[in-house]
């Protein structure tokens, strides 16, 4: 073979092998690079899961601490928040409520988080079964088709939880809401509502005897009024209150007149019977607004937030009128003299009683049955009309 055609198919060769080296030099490296790409795909994946359990650990760690804080406090309003924030959190719930039984007449106590009055007001405020075993009980929402489609506002469906106390009924119910056609807690999200109701249960029963107890002890045993050392701590905060926001503010002491002879006809207990009843109609007269107080014996005072002289006259004269035209307890009718005062600038709360409490004095100088305003206040003093 000539030496030309010799050299030819040598660098030929040697072209073709040298090819085939760029070619497997290429798949080598565009292997390596897809390896690489998927290592790097996957170490993205992977601090992306340990991130998501970074933060679902912070999560349950800060729900850990609320729950664990709920004991740390008794006051009913600050429990029953804390609650509702926790099981909002949980999951896909998008509102929370608590219910609380009726204990004094005035219905349930409901609390909630994330939803409005009205869809509260539209729930089955029952709660699971009564017992310490009560199983949590899910709900689900029916609306008209229309509305279902279209108002992603809606409450889709809710879960119930007992609020356990050891050895006794549940303290209420815990009640989490969703609007998601999807948003039906996991298992694991109701191992931590369940988690949640069992620390809330006694932190608010606790927290609610506590009220209770306080309320009592703010009571007069005898006329359920407010008593003296309630009515001298509200008197100092309102009259506070509306100096530093300058608010009206109006105060009524008043006492049953002859009531020394009233107890002498009938008796001492059938004389606290009367002042029974005339708390009732006490009651009876004045706003939800209004603090009405037994300040000692048979004398009574009534604060009014948000009110001037006039309106404590008003409240004199529908009180005179409830109590002389029919019997009040073992009295056939009553009569009342009444003081009033309205806040001044520079009154504190001493000089604001003092005020009222010397018309009073005045009003049973003048005749008894009758309204006098404190000195420098106009507008008071007529006599009330007695009733024949």
């Not at 869809?119 to 079964?129: F, M, R, S, V, Y």
């Not at 209770?212 to 009259?239: C, P, Q």
Request: net charge negative.
């Amino acid at each position: 073979m000539p030496f030309a055609d010799t050299l030819s198919i040598a660098v030929a060769s040697a072209l073709a092998a040298g090819a085939g080296a760029v070619v497997l030099s290429a798949l080598g490296f565009g292997l390596l690079a897809s390896r690489r790409r998927a290592a790097g795909s996957a170490l993205e994946e992977r601090l992306g899961e340990l991130e998501r359990e970074l933060e679902h650990a912070r999560e349950e760690s800060r729900r850990a601490h609320l729950v664990a804080g709920l004991g740390s406090s008794i006051d009913l309003d600050a429990v029953l928040a804390r609650t509702l924030e926790t099981a909002a959190g949980v999951g896909r719930v998008d509102a929370a409520m608590v219910v609380l039984p009726d204990t004094d007449g005035s219905g349930p106590l409901v609390a909630t988080y994330g939803m409005s009055a009205e869809e509260a007001a539209h729930h089955p405020i029952a709660g699971p079964p009564p017992g310490p075993d009560a199983p949590a009980v899910e709900i689900a929402y029916r609306y008209a088709p229309e509305r279902q489609a279209d108002d992603a506002s809606l409450i889709r469906g809710g879960l119930v939880l007992p609020l356990p106390v050891a050895g006794n009924e549940p303290a209420g119910s815990l009640a989490v809401f969703w609007r998601s056609p999807d948003g039906t807690p996991s298992d694991t999200d109701v191992a931590t509502l369940e988690g949640l109701a069992e620390g809330a249960g006694p932190a608010i029963a606790n927290a609610r005897r506590f009220r209770e107890t306080r309320k009592l002890a703010d009571l007069d045993a005898l006329t359920n009024l407010h008593n003296r050392r309630f009515f001298h701590d509200t008197l100092a905060r309102e009259v506070a209150r509306a100096q530093r926001y300058d608010r009206r503010l109006a105060l009524v002491i008043l006492d049953i007149d002859d009531f020394k002879a009233i107890n002498e006809r009938v008796g001492h207990l059938a004389g606290d019977s009367v002042l029974a009843g005339l708390a009732e109609r006490v009651r009876a007269v004045v706003r939800s607004a209004d603090i009405a107080c037994r300040v000692g014996g048979d004398e009574l005072a009534v604060i009014l937030p948000e009110s001037a002289l006039a309106d404590a006259e008003q409240l004199y004269r529908r009180l005179q009128l409830a109590v002389s035209t029919r019997p009040t307890g073992a009295a056939d009718r009553l009569y009342l003299s009444a003081g009033i005062a309205e806040l001044r600038p520079g009154d504190d709360a001493a000089s604001f009683f003092e005020r009222a409490d010397e018309a009073l004095f005045r009003a049973k100088e003048t005749g008894k049955g009758r309204v006098v305003a404190a000195p420098g206040e106009g507008g008071a003093g007529a006599p009330a009309t007695r009733a024949s």
